[in-house]
């Protein structure tokens, strides 16, 4: 069983950052592929991110290409997702989630999710 919990959501203003992290309370944290999603309010859950159990594999929406980063910390059972010029349409509930899984996974595959951090962005 893996526990994820998200935290750095909030309020900011159109082109503005801000920096997720996700915790996860397993041993074997290097050995899930690692997502974020979103959901904004009346729509579904949508894929954001995702990098390999090394880092040294990432996968971005297309929607966030050159404005979000992805990134992780093996030793400290960590996965962030650093969000730069936001726009009013970031806003949504931003997801960790975790794939005990060696290629990219489909989001079917995701077997661990967190609660969720908010992330308004005003313009």
């Known amino acids: 069983q893996v526990q994820l919990v998200e935290s750095g959501g909030g309020l900011v203003q159109e082109g503005g950052s801000l920096r997720l992290s996700c915790a996860a309370s397993t041993r074997t944290f290097r050995t899930y592929y690692m997502g974020w999603f979103r959901q904004a309010p009346g729509k579904g859950r949508e894929f954001v991110a995702a990098i390999n159990w090394s880092g040294g594999r990432t996968v971005y929406a297309d929607f966030v290409k050159g404005r979000f980063t992805i990134s992780r910390v093996n030793a400290e059972n960590m996965v ?3 969000m730069d010029s936001l726009k009013p349409e970031d806003t949504a509930v931003y997801y960790c989630a975790a794939a005990n899984a060696y290629d990219l ?3 079917n595959e995701y077997n661990y999710w967190g609660q969720g951090t908010q992330v308004t962005v005003s313009s």
């Open 105 to 107: 996974p489909d989001r």
């Open 80 to 82: 962030f997702l650093q």
